[in-house]
Structure formats: structure tokens, C-alpha cells
């Protein structure tokens, strides 16, 4: 982001060095085409920052739930051993389908 920053003020420090005249129709065009990119600039910085923070937020509030479902649940280790097809027999719901490959078999 810097080296953006520093192109658009380089842009800037040209333009002013080359004594754009602000009356001719060109002149105009190349200042505002400068300004534009200086507010794109600071609207992307501005961006990157809201990023960065909503980021460690995230991170905070992963860390925080990795808390709780450790207090609730225990640790994984309590995991390790499940098997999910133990509880395939226990669904009561007709039109999942779990069952349809029992019926053709009897």
C-alpha cells in the first residue's frame, strides 16, 4: 500500500513540478485525475485498516468460542474415538434417505 501511496504522490509533486496550468481543458484533466487517485488512496487505506481490525476481532472471538466448546464439549481428545455411523439407526426422519439403500437389500 505505501508504494501506492507513493506513486500517487510522485504523480502529485510532477504535476505541480510541470506547472499544469489549472485554466487549460488538460490541465484540469490531469489535476483531477491526480485527486481521484489520491482519494482511491485513502479510501483503500482506510479499507485495509478496517480489515486489519475486523480480522483481530475474528481472531479474538475464535479464540474466546475455542474457550467455551472447550469448557462445554472437553477437549478433542473425547473426540477421537466417535464414529458417526454408530448413529445412523436413529434417524426418524422418512425422507432423508438414510435408509434407502436398507431397502433394496431386503
Known sequence: MEYLIQ???YLR???DGLGVDESSKEGKLLLQIVDVLEEFTDVLNETIENQEELEEYVTFI???????????YGTDEDYDDFDFD???DFCDD??????CGEEDEE
Open 62 to 72: 475464535d479464540e474466546d468460542l475455542a474457550d467455551v466448546e472447550d469448557e462445554i
Open 7 to 9: 506513486k500517487v504522490s
Open 86 to 88: 454408530d448413529y445412523d
Open 94 to 99: 422418512e425422507d432423508c434417505c438414510c435408509h
Open 13 to 15: 509533486g510532477l504535476a
